[in-house]
Nanobody
Framework: QLQLVESGGGLVQPGGSLRLSCALS????????IGWFREAPGKEREGVSC?????????FYLDSVKGRFTGSRDSAKNTVYLQMDDLKAEDTGIYYC??????????????WGRGTQVTVSS
C-alpha cells in the first residue's frame, strides 16, 4: 500500500519561499504521477501542480502559480518536491500530495497524504 507524507509547510511572509516535500513509501515513485493540491478556508480543493510519470509537456501548473512554483522528482529518495517562491497571501491553505498509477496526471488520484499547512502572512 502506497503512503504519502507531506512536510515543509509553515508560516512565511509575502514574497518568501517554502519547499514542500512528499515522501512516498510502500512502492516506487517511478510508477506514479504525483499531484499537488491545496485547500483554503471556505474554498474548494484545487489542483496546483502535477508531475507526470512521463515528464514535460504532460506536467501541469495552475495559472496563478506558473513562474513561482516548480515541482521536481527525486527517484533516489522516492520524494517529490514543490518549490514555492514569491508566495502570496492567496497561496495560504493546506497542501496535499496525491499519487495516481498512470503515466499522465489523470483523475481520480489513488492515494493521498494528510497535508501540510502553508500560511502566508505578514
Amino acid at each position: 500500500q502506497l503512503q504519502l507524507v507531506e512536510s515543509g509547510g509553515g508560516l512565511v511572509q509575502p514574497g518568501g519561499s517554502l519547499r514542500l516535500s512528499c515522501a512516498l513509501s510502500g512502492d516506487t515513485l517511478d510508477y506514479y504521477s504525483i499531484g499537488w493540491f491545496r485547500e483554503a478556508p471556505g474554498k474548494e480543493r484545487e489542483g496546483v501542480s502535477c508531475l507526470s510519470r512521463t515528464g514535460p509537456p504532460a506536467d501541469f501548473y495552475l495559472d496563478s502559480v506558473k513562474g513561482r512554483f516548480t515541482g521536481s522528482r527525486d527517484s533516489a529518495k522516492n520524494t517529490v518536491y514543490l518549490q514555492m517562491d514569491d508566495l502570496k497571501a492567496e497561496d495560504t491553505g493546506i497542501y496535499y500530495c496525491a499519487a495516481v498509477h498512470q503515466p499522465a496526471c489523470i483523475i481520480p488520484y489513488d492515494y493521498w497524504g494528510r497535508g501540510t499547512q502553508v500560511t502566508v502572512s505578514s
